[in-house]
């Protein structure tokens, strides 16, 4: 089927209608980190190669179509008036402050504070540049002269506001400073929104959103060829979106499988419980077991506490037979002494008792 005709029935406001200054999508460049491979509809930073024409930017589907447009009654303007407060120290402490912490949170090796970037000298400007810019575009070569390649690159970024060669000779000077620092805050907000689009882009769909997330994704990439009739790049879009759909299906069969695999395991292990006996009866016998011990036990210290009085009961008597015997003993001490006193006051002597024996 012609590739053409399967979005004839678009309305000539949908064909010229302009794309969006803010990103719609990201890729990622790594496993680490997000990198924005394109950004409002924008040619890639870096020289491309000669020969099959590139894709140039995933976050507008539009990027690269030259639109129709009208010049009827177009009126000449002058250079955009900034809205934004660049002149307010409020407004100026916050892009600083997020600057800092987008610039911390990235790897920016060089030391940064909010002191510095007050009133920062052309190398520190020059260094943040260059990084934020690699950010939004990995392959980009190493900047020449900042003067005349900053301003070519941000109008590359479709920065709405025009960035003079003469405020890039004195970067820190009072007046402009402010408006290089809310361009440079501009290019951050971009990369913020850009990785929180792409955390959102990752969330979990169920069955139907994907679906409707994938045939978006695919319109939004293979549109601007359809208008341009580069049926190379169509091509590449369709094999792309077909080995992402094969790998997702090649994911869930793996997926299927392990869990196949840990439900075979769950089974088994409950097959096993089954046959073994039951815990529970085993932990009744036990308890069985355990109270009828526990009744021995009491039986036993019931006889012994019985047996224990019985004892102290005997004790009791033998420390009252003690206590009499003693008694008699201190009586039989005191008649035995008595006695020998008796004995000691005669005046009969052995001989005299020897004698008299033999007399009878």
Same mark, same amino acid.
């Given at each position: 089927m012609n590739r053409r005709q399967t979005l004839a029935g678009l309305s000539p406001a949908q064909l010229n209608s302009r794309a969006s200054f803010g990103p719609s999508r990201i890729t990622k460049e790594g496993k680490n980190s997000k990198k924005i491979t394109a950004l409002i509809s924008r040619q890639s930073l870096a020289t491309k190669p000669a020969g099959n024409p590139q894709p140039t930017s995933r976050l507008s589907p539009l990027s690269g179509v030259q639109r129709r447009s009208s010049t009827y009654g177009k009126k000449t303007t002058g250079p955009k %008036?900034?809205?934004?407060?660049?002149?307010? *120290?409020? @407004?100026? !402490?916050?892009?600083?402050?997020? +600057?800092?912490? @987008?610039?911390? &949170?990235?790897? @920016?090796?060089?030391?940064?504070?909010? *002191? &510095? +970037? &007050?009133?920062?000298?052309? *190398?520190?400007?020059?260094?943040?540049?260059?990084? +934020? +810019?690699? %950010?939004? #575009?990995? !392959?980009?070569?190493?900047?020449? *002269?900042?003067?005349? #390649?900053?301003? %070519?690159?941000?109008? !590359?970024l479709k920065y709405p506001f025009q960035i003079s060669k003469s405020a890039l000779f004195a970067v820190g000077s009072p007046h402009t400073w402010p408006g290089l620092l809310a361009a440079m805050n501009w290019v951050v907000e971009i990369l913020n929104y850009a990785e929180k689009a792409e955390e959102a882009r990752t969330d979990v769909f169920d069955d139907k959103q994907r679906s409707e997330h994938d045939f978006f994704e695919y319109v939004a990439k293979s549109y601007k060829y359809f208008l341009a009739g580069d049926d190379y790049q169509s091509q590449a879009v369709d094999d792309e979106i077909a080995q992402e759909a094969e790998d997702r299906a090649e994911q869930v069969r793996q997926r299927n499988q392990q869990l196949q695999q840990a439900n075979e395991e769950l089974q088994a292990r409950l097959e096993a419980l089954r046959s073994q006996p039951s815990a529970l009866l085993q932990a009744q016998a036990k308890q069985e077991e355990h109270v009828r011990d526990r009744d021995k036990f009491r039986t036993l210290i019931d006889n012994l506490q019985s047996h224990k009085q019985s004892l102290q009961r005997k004790l009791q008597e033998r420390k009252a037979e003690v206590e009499s015997k003693q008694e008699q003993l201190a009586s039989t001490l005191l008649e035995s002494d008595a006695m020998r006193a008796v004995i000691a006051g005669q005046t009969v002597n052995k001989d005299d008792v020897v004698r008299m024996n033999q007399e009878k």
């Open positions: %008036q900034d809205p934004r407060p660049v002149s307010d *120290k409020g @407004y100026q !402490h916050d892009c600083i402050r997020q +600057l800092i912490e @987008y610039l911390s &949170t990235h790897g @920016y090796e060089h030391p940064v504070s909010p *002191k &510095t +970037l &007050t009133s920062p000298m052309s *190398k520190d400007v020059f260094s943040i540049v260059q990084f +934020l +810019l690699k %950010q939004v #575009d990995p !392959h980009m070569k190493p900047l020449g *002269k900042m003067e005349e #390649d900053v301003p %070519q690159l941000f109008k !590359h």
